[in-house]
């Protein structure tokens, strides 16, 4: 074990390859990756990660050791394919945080830290500055000295840490342009102010499409942790805000020409460069690393999965999950199954933690319904190899909560989806999906559905399930129209990382301009 804030590293790899002949080793670009624990964080920025990589830069995964844990293997097989990447753990200082010891690592379930403790998480992940920048300034080679600092957004204090080591500092969202914009101009304009209604519609301001007006309530796109009045948050949020204000640019897992309008006013708003470089999934091609992202505790394997699809015909099979953090409550889990069980359609469905948070009386009633579809419908009581299900022939459409990770999967899989958001950036999502891309249709949820104080039991009726599933699976002219677009925005997506392609070009872009001088690839060691 490890001492307070002393890393584990990997043993560097051989020394890389130089993808566009640019830069030698000595003036590699070295990103150093500070991601969020979250999966819906923390798997594209790995894959970023590794894309840069592919491309020729030197990059550092530095990460606590319960977040390291998530995505080991996925480094791992980067590394054994000859990629120079590394994965560097810390371990958390529980004491000086208030964090209770193990709080970030539970044993149960799908390990996500109890809400009670998130701030002193935050805070105790925060401490890792000093630890990290050791160990930066240890450079091993051919690790050499960083030349770019790429933060999740909810690291603020990775301001300091770049500040102190004098490299850029990049911010990296795992959000659509649309969102981000979206929620910029709500907080820019004063959007709420003498909105007494947190349900009233309130047109997002400043939209560069003048001709597309965009509706949404407070409730729905509150901004970032400005949902609950609570002052520890609120000042995270702020803090966020300005370190966001700050960066020196943002890397966004987005497809430029899916949303070039938006992008360009993000950019324009902030007065910074946007980086798109996604579809980042599309890092995976070979089904062993693409099935293992974000989890090394799948609760099916993806030779399992992709058997059980076989058997099914091309697009007839509808994938439903709600990522990795949403939850259905206990009534609204067993009205989703029967309205599935009810559309007629073979599914796959995710139900996250199915055997830890249901009681008996749900268990029993999701076995009855797994008992009536055998053969028709599969459940999965845990974390699902998604990437690789949606890319399956089989598969025809997806409902999702519309996390954006989820949505651009799907858009990557050329899918078209049922929108059923519950919070954040999922609201906005939705409209993307449904207005702006013209790939979805909504089951109607109107109110974020997870931290309500007094959760609804039934927001969605099974009947409702029904209809939208048979909506987008069906054979109707606006179904198959949905289909032609998402099969259209699929080709662009599949074609921006390719060479020539905008998101690859990006890549490239970041690896040539942040690439090291002199003077930092041979900063002195030691702090
Ligand atoms: N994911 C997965 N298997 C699961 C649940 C989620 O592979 O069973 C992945 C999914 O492919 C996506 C991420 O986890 O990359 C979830 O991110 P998203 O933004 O869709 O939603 P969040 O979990 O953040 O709400």
Known sequence: MTSQGQAHAQAAPLAPGDANGTTTAAHQAHFVFVPL????HLIPAVDTALLLATHGALCTIAAPVSTAKRVRHTVDAARASGL????AEFPLDYAASGLPEGADD???GDHRIDPAHMMSYYRAVSLLRAPIERYLRAHAPPFTFPTCVVSDF?????TELASSLGVPRLSFFSMSAFSVLCHHNLERFHAYDGVEDSNAPVVVPGLPEKERKVVVTRAQAPGFLRSVPIPEWLELGDY???????ADGVIMNTVLEMEPEYVAGYEEARGFKVWTVGPVSLYHHGATTQASRGSDTPAIGAAECLRWLDGKGPGSVVYVSFGSIAQAGPKQVVELGLGLEASGHPFIWVVRNADDVYDEAVRGALREIEERVEGRGLLVRGWAPQVTILSHAAVGGFVTHCGW??????????LPVVTWPHFTDQFLNEKMAVEVLGIGVSVGVKEPLTYQAVPKEIVVGRDVVEEAVRSVMGDGEEAEERRRRARALADKAKAAVREGGSSHANLLDLVKRFASTASQASAPSGT
């Open 106 to 108: 539970a044993a149960t």
């Open 405 to 414: 990770n989820s949505t651009l999967e799907a858009i990557t899989a050329g």
């Open 240 to 246: 966020i805000e300005r370190a966001r204000a700050e």
């Open 84 to 87: 120079p990447v590394r994965l």
């Open 154 to 158: 909810f690291n603020p204090w990775t």
């Open 37 to 40: 624990n979250e999966h819906g």
